[in-house]
């Protein structure tokens, strides 16, 4: 079963314009953890954003913010005034309790054009 | 403050030979991840291991893949014989503690290994 569901492929925004990708995710653990990570083309994974299944409040980290509905299972990454070094791949995945492993999503490619 | 390293970044093997993968960790760090990503799609995890155990390995193929993390030294995923399909390229990840009741534990990633059999 997929555990992490990300549904655009490939998404466009405007610079300077914020966007949304979308993630869902499966888990009947109800301690788990929310990550998303970054992926440009030099190939490195880079760490952006985390959410607790507990957190009250939807992390934020400067233009980044998860958009937590924790009964709908979705974690979306919002970025806010795009930049064009934006372009990249972003990974949804998520880490449970008792599972221990991080599972990732399949990525969307964002493109933000000038 | 180094990350996590791994080597060799570029490593080049024809049909049947050995490919051999390091990985250390970060400082601190007692957990590591290894995953493979193939071109134009996400990772896929392969296993996960601690000093000297391998807690997951799942998602690793039965034959000719194997890993340890020994007491000393770096993480090694080994792949004998290697084939086409296993170009690729492998990332090894590493975090600090259990997530159980310990926050986040962020995954830190090394660069990563390309590998391409001939």
């Known amino acids: 079963a997929q555990k992490i569901t990300q549904t655009q492929p490939g998404m466009f925004v405007q610079e300077k314009e914020a966007v949304t990708l979308d993630c869902t995710y499966d888990?009947?653990?109800?301690?788990?953890?929310l990550f998303w990570y970054k992926q440009p083309s030099s190939g490195e994974m880079i760490f952006l954003i985390y959410?607790?299944?507990?957190?009250?409040q939807n992390a934020t980290e400067g233009r980044y913010s998860l958009n937590f509905q924790k009964a709908r299972k979705s974690a979306n990454l919002v970025i806010s005034a795009s930049q064009l070094g934006d372009s990249a791949m972003y990974f949804c995945?998520?880490?449970?309790?008792?599972?221990?492993?991080?599972?990732f999503g399949p990525g969307t490619r964002l493109s933000v054009l000038p | 403050n180094a990350g996590v390293m791994q080597n060799p970044r570029h490593l080049v093997r024809r049909r049947g030979q050995e490919a051999r993968l390091r990985c250390s960790p970060m400082?601190?760090?007692?957990?590591v991840y290894w995953y493979r990503q193939l071109p134009e799609e996400g990772l896929k995890f392969m296993v996960y291991?601690?000093?000297?155990?391998?807690?997951?390995e799942s998602g690793m193929p039965k034959e000719r893949f194997s890993a340890e993390f020994p007491k000393e030294g770096p993480s090694i995923l080994r792949i004998q014989q290697v084939v086409r399909g296993d170009s690729a390229a492998y990332f090894c990840?590493?975090?600090?503690?259990?997530?159980?009741?310990?926050?986040?534990?962020?995954?830190?990633f090394g660069a990563g290994s390309r590998l391409t059999v001939l």
């Open positions: 888990t009947s653990d109800p301690s788990y953890g």
């Open positions: 400082k601190g760090h007692s957990h």
């Open positions: 990840a590493s975090s600090r503690l259990n997530y159980k009741g310990s926050g986040a534990n962020v995954l830190t």
């Open positions: 995945a998520m880490r449970e309790n008792y599972g221990q492993n991080f599972v």
């Open positions: 959410q607790g299944s507990y957190d009250q």
């Open positions: 291991l601690q000093k000297e155990n391998i807690i997951d």
